[in-house]
């Protein structure tokens, strides 16, 4: 049931400093929650401040359900543009320090997206720990996804000691660090400088010694190795099949190759394969 109270109306870019400062002041009336009109946020407020205009709001218990989200490290990445909902979803969780929504797909050789800020602080940068591995990520530079945590403990547990591994779309780390806890060697391959710094920050926040980490194109790594590998992992969803020739040469007979790929149905890739 609605309610009518006092409230400022900010641009909705503007909403969460201002509700941030009306709640430093004490005038933030948080027992209703903050609604969206147009272009701008309405904020509801304890007193009649300068400005202010009655406007009816939402009780807070009328909506439980938490604003659908994916959660990497301290960064939520909503899938609607609510800052209502990104203010409300920051306050619930304290683990949370930024709320972003994204403004493109997954796009460029790079594999980037861009964001936009919802709530919080203005940051793409987080540390996401990932079954005891650390590992820093800034979403702008490089892509990652923290859904793919239990697929990696999958593949280590499939692993045998001492294996090699080859990571040829690498990003962050996140595969090859994992992998590392059984493997002798793994090389690390991206094209993203800006991935494969962050790569070699994380194999030293990780100790992970036996990583090596290559900048450039997985289509070239193939004359620059002298090894083949027990394990090759491809997780490039649109774009690992061109390079499928490149992990079998680099595969040993016997050997593992994992490759990541969308398809709209099940079975659809398989021709491709």
């Known amino acids: 049931m609605d309610q ?4 400022v109306r900010v641009p909705r870019r503007l909403g969460e400093d201002e509700r941030q400062r009306l709640a430093r002041e004490g005038l933030l009336d948080r ?15 304890v007193a009649e401040l300068e400005g202010a205009e009655r406007a009816s709001f939402p009780a807070r218990g009328s909506v439980p359900e938490r604003a659908r989200h994916e959660l990497v490290g301290g960064i939520a990445i909503m899938l609607d543009d609510d800052p209502v909902a990104a203010a409300e979803l920051l306050a619930s969780r304290p683990s949370i320090h930024t709320v972003l929504l994204p403004v493109s797909e997954v796009e460029g050789e790079y594999r980037t997206r861009r964001f936009r800020l919802l709530a919080g602080e203005d940051t793409t940068r987080t540390t996401c720990i990932e079954y005891g591995k650390r590992f820093e990520i800034d979403l702008s530079e490089a892509y990652f996804s923290a859904r793919l945590a239990t697929e990696r403990q999958r593949i280590v547990a499939q692993m045998g000691e ?9 990003g962050v780390g996140p595969f090859a660090i994992s992998l590392a806890e059984r493997a002798s060697l793994v090389v690390a391959v991206d094209i993203n400088p800006g991935a494969v710094r962050l790569l070699e920050q994380n194999i030293r926040l990780n100790s992970a010694v036996n990583v090596l980490a290559f900048l450039g194109d997985a289509s070239r790594i193939r004359a620059l190795l002298p090894w083949s590998f027990d394990r090759v992992v491809m997780n490039h969803p649109t774009g690992s099949l061109p390079f499928l020739p490149d992990a079998f040469a680099l595969c040993r007979p016997g050997g593992s190759i994992h490759c990541y790929i969308l398809q709209g149905a099940e079975g659809e890739a398989l021709p491709e394969l």
């Open 162 to 170: 001492g294996e090699r591994v080859l990571d040829l779309f690498s």
């Open 4 to 7: 009518e109270q006092w409230a």
């Open 31 to 45: 027992s209703l929650r903050p609604r969206v009109d147009g272009e701008t946020l309405l904020i509801p407020v």
